[in-house]
């Protein structure tokens, strides 16, 4: 039997991939409304692109707390901290590409 144990660290790599997502919305979308993208194109890029500068800061973080000796394995729905950053890489380039072809 697989016994999952909810950790406080792994949330942080959830919450840290929502966080980065939002803030290059909050940043990136209007400067790419400026330079003439539809609202939906910039919006997905910006996400995208929130995503994966989300899971770049993420995985040193996931290596730091594997390499801890605390011997706990640090999870989130089961899912550990690099896998939420494959996910949030994954998310990103899909929305990345799926903003293009919106642009056009």
Do not use: C, E, Y
């Amino acid at each position: 039997m697989l016994h999952v144990r909810w950790s406080g660290f792994g949330v942080l790599s959830a919450i840290l991939l929502m966080t980065a997502m939002i803030a290059a919305t909050l940043l990136l979308r209007p400067i790419f409304l400026q330079h003439g993208m539809p609202l939906h194109a910039a919006a997905w890029l910006a996400d995208g692109l929130g995503l994966l500068i989300g899971a770049a800061i993420n995985l040193p973080l996931a290596r730091w707390m594997r390499d801890r000796p605390s011997g706990k394995r640090h999870s989130f729905m089961g899912l550990g901290m690099q896998a939420w950053s494959v996910i949030g890489a994954i998310g990103g380039i899909a929305l990345i590409i799926a903003s293009h072809f919106q642009a056009q």
